[in-house]
């Protein structure tokens, strides 16, 4: 179905990121994920051309641009053309934010320009090894000290854990209060901060994941993301669009597989024709063009809306829980379809079924997401007992 969100400037946008994905990303994404880890400089050329933090004000290098359509169509290209694990996404619209919305004016300056730039590259760090859809157990604490706060725990699970210069991490700091969490800036090279394993996974194989330590790291006043005491708020406000971002992802990956899977049924044969003739196929595909056509839609309404500051933490929740269920059974309809080779590394849908299985778990979990989404219709057995 036609898109009818975008306009002539989101169009020419687009033909720009799709030759930067296709040049600078795709050509290396066989090898990152060999090495475990995409290459540093990519980032440092996606900042020259203008692609990290679109909205980044135009004094620390940014084009100024508050427009979510730009944002979404960096994810999509990143995902057709690009790679999966360059996590361009996580580095501008899930933990940029936190520092251009949350920071004050001196760590605006401190930051942003090397953010935007891709010099500094971004991460950040909520899940604990004992701890993931539940962030009031966390067990990560931060101790004021006189003028600075001393950090100690651990964090798991952490994307972009072993290349990241700067990770928002989040951390108790009132021990009596379940919310009573705050954010801070921590720095590549402070002392006590240190990074663990890259831990192996089942797919995302050329993105960095880790695990992250703090020993008495002594983080100075001036690292306090906002106001102590106050880091459950800021998560919340900035989760509508860390949703909406995920729910971008996954449909754009959803897109990909069933074009490549139109593809192939239209080639591969058998009984004497190809096996797109076949009903079973026919109807398979025919479901899922409806279903993504809704779902992109559905998502393209919730860009505009959070345009206008107005997606609601349970829209881009329902998002995001549709959006991952799509995916997934868009990937098994098509590795089905390619039979055998489906299970071959060397067939793109094999790693994409893989890759995909995440989608139902990080950014929240879907249970979580129904649970958000039924909170809001005052299903919450807090308020109902
Ligand atoms: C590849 C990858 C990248 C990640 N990147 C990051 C990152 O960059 N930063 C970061 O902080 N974290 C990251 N995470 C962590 C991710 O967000 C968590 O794994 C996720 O939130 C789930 O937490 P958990 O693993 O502790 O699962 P758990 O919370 O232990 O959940 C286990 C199961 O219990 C269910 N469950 C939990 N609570 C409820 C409930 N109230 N009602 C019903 N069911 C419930 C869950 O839905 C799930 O099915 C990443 C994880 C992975 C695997």
Not at 216 to 245: I, S, T
Not at 355 to 360: E, K, Q
Request: glycine letters at 10%; proline letters at 2%; hydrophobic letters at 40%.
């Amino acid at each position: 179905m036609r898109r009818v969100i975008f306009e002539a400037e989101h169009e020419q946008f687009r033909d720009s990121v799709r030759r930067f994905m296709q040049t600078e990303v795709a050509p290396h994404a066989e090898r990152w994920r060999k090495e475990g880890m995409v290459d540093r400089e990519t980032f440092l050329k996606a900042g020259a051309q203008g692609l990290l933090c679109v909205f980044g004000e135009e004094r620390f290098g940014g084009a100024g641009i508050a427009d979510f359509r730009f944002d979404q169509i960096i994810i999509e290209e990143n995902m057709r053309h690009g790679d999966i694990g360059f996590y361009i996404n996580l580095h501008s619209d899930l933990v940029a934010p936190y520092i251009h919305k949350l920071g004050n004016e001196e760590q605006k300056q401190r930051f942003m320009p090397g953010i935007i730039s891709g010099e500094t590259i971004l991460a950040v760090a909520m899940t604990e090894p004992s701890t993931g859809s539940d962030l009031a157990g966390m067990k990560t604490r931060a101790v004021k000290q006189g003028d600075h706060w001393v950090l100690n725990g651990s964090k798991t699970y952490i994307s972009n854990g072993i290349l990241s210069d700067l990770v928002v991490v989040a951390a108790r700091t009132d021990p009596h209060k379940p919310h009573g969490i705050s954010l801070f800036l921590v720095e590549r090279g402070m002392a006590g901060f240190e990074r663990g394993r890259r831990l192996e996974k089942m797919g995302l194989k050329s993105q960095d994941t880790a695990e992250l330590f703090f020993n008495d790291v002594k983080l100075p006043e001036a690292n306090l993301l906002g106001e102590a005491g106050q880091g459950f708020k800021y998560l919340a406000q900035l989760l509508a669009q860390e949703r909406l971002v995920a729910s971008i992802g996954f449909l754009a990956t959803a897109q990909t597989a069933f074009d490549l899977t139109l593809e192939y049924v239209k080639e591969r044969r058998a009984f004497g024709k190809p096996i797109g003739a076949f009903q079973n196929t026919r109807f398979k595909m025919a479901q899922m063009r409806a279903e993504l056509d809704m779902a992109q839609t559905w998502v393209d309404q919730c860009v505009l809306l959070l345009n206008e500051g107005e997606l609601s933490a349970e829209d881009s929740s329902a998002a995001k829980l549709l959006t991952s269920e799509l995916e997934a059974r868009v990937m098994d309809n098509c590795v089905q379809l390619h039979g055998g080779a489906g299970y071959m590394e060397e067939y793109r849908i094999s790693r994409m079924y893989t890759d995909a299985r995440i989608s139902r778990i990080f950014a929240g979990t879907s249970e979580i997401m129904l649970e958000i989404i039924g909170r809001g219709l005052g299903l919450d057995e807090r308020k109902l007992n």
